[in-house]
């Protein structure tokens, strides 16, 4: 029985990232009836480790032929997989997998070489979701997380692409920073969000009004309560900022966990523009299958 | 025997920060007679700690009044000493001093209320070296730091200033983001530096540059050893342009520790500006004396 074959009869897929994974049993009628999802990411196996982190997900779900994207194919994760460059469409990741062994493909991820930049994980949505014509194949994705990626899609693949660490930049922040207290309240759409989304929009001086955070506190010119979403709306502001200047399209399809992508939404829409929302494991999902159909 | 007269014999002064705190014997010719600096920043101190720390410097130093500065006077210190509004001078520090004890003063800091903007430390060295005449009453003054002041002095006072999160955010990106094994390399001013503060002074993209900083190593497009330095240059690149921006004037003095001053006079000179480098510890001893003259 070949690959193709084996394929067909149904396989996991894992979505296995820098610090969690997530892991699908497709049947052979391409219906998730399965899955899983923990904290092993790529950065929390030990050098060595990755073969019983990897039977680990085959015992849980059944020993099928398996997919995995993401952090696992980067140089911190078990095989490296060499980036495809950009334009990149399904077809080419399909073609570039790295087998582990003959059950076992790593998804590349992918690259651009004129910008600088790099992606592992999010490709698969965003060309899932064009496969799925849950987008259309000429169109600007956001991807927010750790680190938001704001992708162009023409003619189905991905054309080119820019990296902000907004989410990461607000984690280090909240973590030890002069703003840490401030920042433990819970981050909410509101005036404030507004209020730093519309300075993130406008301004370019994120070192010094993220100090102002915290002097409009202690002069009593603002609640403190509302430090961390004003925080969050200046980060993702500034990042949307940024993403639109890459690739000014007047409607933007937000893609990810619903938590940060009505976040985008709503500074999308303050920037005049568009947000439609899609769910990102639906997107995964799409993505994956589309990959397992091309293998030969 | 009042005040004055106290102080006239000599006093301790000490400049308590953060993380670390430096004390000084002046003795009544108005040398340093006698030093010492330690790791016991306010942030070290348990509540409750303070007098026990306060004792232990005139242990080391004598029994003489003590001048404290710093962030000692804030809340995370001993005793909370109320900001001094701008415009600020060296009379109105003295005016504003917080008696713990007959022997024991603490000074305020400085607040730009128009601006939401808070300062305590660096208002000792800035008005300390205009008396010291180290600065013209009229100039722009770079304190670089953990948070970077820049201070713009009109007529011997401090009139507006703002403060730029440098020092801090490279250090969190240090310790521990993406970036970290990349940023444990040395900063040194070169190429790379300069490479790095060309595009803070110009483009308004921090968030995205950072993550390109890792993506040029990854694709081989930038020497891992090099990324230190590029990332330092981006961030008191954007620095300085965000405080040229707040007071724009040809000449800037910057005052501080010289490993800091070094790296902002080379940014400001690549920004076609003429920097003056000034050592921060003659400041603050000229600054905290000015203080004690004025003790009544």
Redesign the interface.
């Known amino acids: 029985m070949n690959r193709r074959m084996r394929m067909a009869e149904g396989f996991i897929a894992a979505d296995w990232g820098t610090t969690n994974r997530r892991a699908y049993w497709i049947d052979g009628e391409g219906r998730c009836a399965g899955e899983f999802e923990d904290s092993r990411g790529a950065l929390s196996i030990p050098s060595g480790g990755f073969p019983e982190a990897v039977a680990e997900i085959r015992n849980r779900l059944g020993d099928k032929p398996l997919l995995l994207a993401g952090m696992i194919g980067s140089?911190r994760g078990w095989i490296e997989a060499p980036?495809v460059p950009c334009p990149a469409g399904v077809d080419d990741l399909a073609s570039a997998l790295v087998w582990a062994d003959e059950e076992t493909a790593i998804v590349p991820g992918v690259?651009d070489?004129q910008?600088?930049?790099?992606m592992r994980g999010e490709e698969v949505q965003v060309l899932g979701a064009v496969a799925g014509k849950l987008i259309p194949s000429d169109c600007l994705v956001c991807h927010p997380g750790t680190?938001t990626k704001w992708v162009e899609v023409i003619g189905g693949r991905i054309s080119t692409f820019?990296?902000?660490?907004?989410g990461?930049?607000f984690n280090?922040?909240k973590?030890?920073?002069?703003l840490s207290d401030l920042l433990s309240f819970p981050v909410e759409l509101g005036d404030a969000f507004d209020a730093g989304v519309r300075h993130g929009l406008e301004l370019?001086?994120?070192?010094?009004e993220?100090?102002?955070v915290r002097?409009?506190v202690?002069?009593g010119?603002?609640p403190r309560e509302q430090a961390a979403s004003y925080t969050s709306g200046l980060?993702v502001g500034?990042?949307v900022?940024?993403g639109l200047?890459m690739a000014p399209r007047p409607r933007v399809f937000v893609m990810g966990r619903p938590e940060l992508t009505r976040l985008y939404a709503a500074a999308l829409t303050r920037a005049g523009h568009q947000p439609v929302e899609l769910d990102g494991e639906q997107c995964f999902l799409a993505g994956i299958q589309q990959i397992a159909e091309r293998i030969a």
């Open positions: 140089n980036y690259c070489s910008r600088a930049d790099v680190h820019r990296t902000v660490m907004t990461e930049l280090l922040l973590e030890q920073s002069v370019d001086d994120l070192q010094a993220l100090f102002s002097a409009r202690l002069l010119n603002a980060l500034g990042g900022r940024i200047a």
